[in-house]
Nanobody, 120 residues
Framework: QVQLVESGGGLVRPGGSLTLSCAAS??????VGWYRQAPGKEREFVAV????????LYADSVKGRFTISRDNAKNTVYLQMNSLKPEDTAVYYC???????????????WGQGTQVTVSA
């Protein structure tokens, strides 16, 4: 079992940037992803990276603005978020699990979430 701890959320103005971190208690399973849930909406996929091969996948809504990366030495995955919009406001969750044919499908392990608010 792996524990995931997110950090880096906060309040930012539209057009601003934030970097989220997901620290794993040990080497994560094959993939680590980010998901988000806005008030009144279902949790949705944001981005994912495979731990060994560095394959990545992004939701269309964040492609070109968000970048997912990993630091193997620190067992940490980052989500660099640029050009933030009010519709990016949500609780962002880190997720880990086995690699599946559809990388966007979440694994079994979740962090507690970190709030991102984009507002003027």
């Amino acid at each position: 079992q792996v524990q995931l701890v997110e950090s880096g959320g906060g309040l930012v103005r539209p057009g601003g940037s934030l970097t989220l971190s997901c620290a794993a208690s040990k080497i994560p399973f094959g993939r680590v992803g980010w998901y988000r849930q806005a008030p009144g909406k279902e949790r949705e996929f944001v981005a994912v990276i495979t731990w060994s091969g560095s394959s990545t996948l992004y939701a269309d809504s964040v492609k070109g603005r968000f970048t997912i990366s990993r630091d193997n030495a620190k067992n940490t995955v980052y989500l660099q978020m640029n050009s933030l919009k009010p519709e990016d406001t949500a609780v962002y969750y880190c997720n880990s699990g086995m690699i599946r044919p559809n990388l966007a499908v979440p694994g079994n392990y979740w962090g507690q979430g970190t709030q991102v608010t984009v507002s003027a």
